[in-house]
């Protein structure tokens, strides 16, 4: 019992110093291209989970710019291939890189065709996408919780 205990202590203590040294998580009230820009400047490391969720976030700004256009795509297509480099983030982002892959074929963007059809099947893809995202960060916020809580009860239950 007492290995396993100092083993438990050990990783809280490695979870904690690792906590202290990763960059602050981006505010979720950032909505301008410009905010997310300079907040990318200060995330830290490239591939982290902050620079990841920035890049995620960048990139649904250029597919909701309207009209759609080539370049919009083309942009989105690269925030979401650098937000794919953190293993965090990957599965995440793969489905949006999938839509965005397939609109590629096509010359035109997809809202610029004249279907509307289309347009809402592509409008309800995203809105799909949208809502797979806001599940998953909030089943990490609680799993992160969860760990934060259990990191508190095993140091509670040291003895002195």
């Given at each position: 019992m007492p290995k396993r205990l100092l083993a438990v202590l050990t990783a809280v203590l490695l979870l904690?110093?690792?906590?202290?040294?990763?960059?602050?998580?981006?505010?979720?009230?950032?909505?301008?291209q410009a905010q997310l820009l300079q907040s990318l400047a200060h995330c830290g490391a490239a591939s982290s989970y902050a620079c990841a969720r920035i890049h995620l976030d960048l990139a649904r700004h250029y597919l909701q710019a309207q009209p759609l256009t080539p370049n919009a795509i083309a942009a989105a297509r690269s925030e979401l291939a650098m937000a794919a480099q953190n293993p965090e983030m990957a599965q995440e982002v793969q489905p949006w890189r999938n839509l965005v892959a397939s609109w590629q074929p096509s010359a035109q963007p997809p809202h610029s065709c004249p279907n509307d059809a289309a347009n809402n099947t592509l409008a309800a893809q995203i809105a799909h996408l949208k809502a797979e995202n806001t599940a998953q960060k909030q089943q990490l916020d609680r799993l992160n919780s969860l760990l934060q809580s259990e990191a508190q009860k095993s140091l509670q239950g040291k003895p002195h």
């Open positions: 904690s110093a690792c906590a202290q040294q990763l960059p602050p998580a981006p505010t979720t009230t950032v909505s301008t």
